[in-house]
């Protein structure tokens, strides 16, 4: 019906998902941080705010690089719109969710600091949201009620895809090959009807949830990292085996 439209959806669900899914290929490093921190805690050096906020700060530049030079070639190559502001936005979007999935993988890798184990549990955690962002099945079509109303709105998936839909295709028409209807079809009613997007606030909405999702995945890190040494001897003294008599 729509010339293109479908092709779009996935060209953005490809950036949304699969770019940012690749991000689980630092989780070794994110595992080599941690035990530098181990030793640097240990040594009185620096505490856990310190590095939780360090960490943050040094990572800005080369996730904003990684997001706008593969993003601008991305972004240019597949047709989108040519405006500065649309692909400023893009950028942002990116950058917001890099950081997301960034903020997460550190998360994970404070819990399993096994090479392999943390890159199966980082990949399971993504591809749960990603199923559950509203691209393979539309929102109306998950299963009610845990993966409609909780996973639904809990996969930064989500916000990533409607933001950037919303950013593509608000203030467009297309021609309607419907009998009967109006000549053309406003890109606003696309996304309301056909992918089922929330209408009822900005693009720059999602954003914002995107970055709230980052700061509680920061501060869930810092909580973590902030407790792990109370935890492990607890843990160690409970698998402990027993010596025999």
Do not use: C
């Amino acid at each position: 019906m729509i010339l293109a439209s479908p092709l779009a959806q996935s060209r953005l669900m490809f950036v949304a998902a699969f770019l940012t899914f690749m991000s689980i290929g630092g989780f070794p490093s994110f595992v080599e941080d941690m035990k530098v921190f181990g030793r640097e805690r240990l040594n009185g050096h620096y505490g856990v705010g310190a590095f939780v906020v360090g960490n943050t700060i040094s990572s800005i530049p080369y996730l904003f690089m990684i997001s706008l030079i593969p993003g601008a070639i991305a972004y240019y190559l597949v047709g989108l719109q040519k405006s500065l502001g649309h692909f400023a936005y893009f950028v942002i979007l990116l950058f917001t969710t890099m950081m997301l999935v960034e903020s997460l993988m550190m998360t994970v890798a404070s819990i399993v600091p096994d090479f392999l184990m943390g890159i199966i549990t980082g990949a399971g955690i993504q591809g749960v949201k990603m199923l559950n962002g509203g691209f393979f099945r539309l929102p109306n079509d998950l299963p009610k009620p845990f993966w409609r109303y909780v996973m639904y709105y809990i996969a930064f998936h989500k916000y990533a895809n409607q933001g950037f839909y919303k950013n593509e295709f608000e203030g467009l028409s297309f021609p309607n090959n419907q009998a009967g209807g109006s000549p053309t079809i406003t890109g606003d009613e696309v996304l309301r009807s056909f992918w089922q997007v929330e209408m009822g606030y900005s693009k720059w909405v999602d954003v914002g949830i995107l970055f709230g999702m980052v700061v509680i995945y920061r501060l869930l890190f810092w909580g973590i990292i902030n407790k792990v040494d109370k935890v492990k001897p607890l843990i160690k003294s409970y698998m402990a085996v027993p010596p025999k008599h």
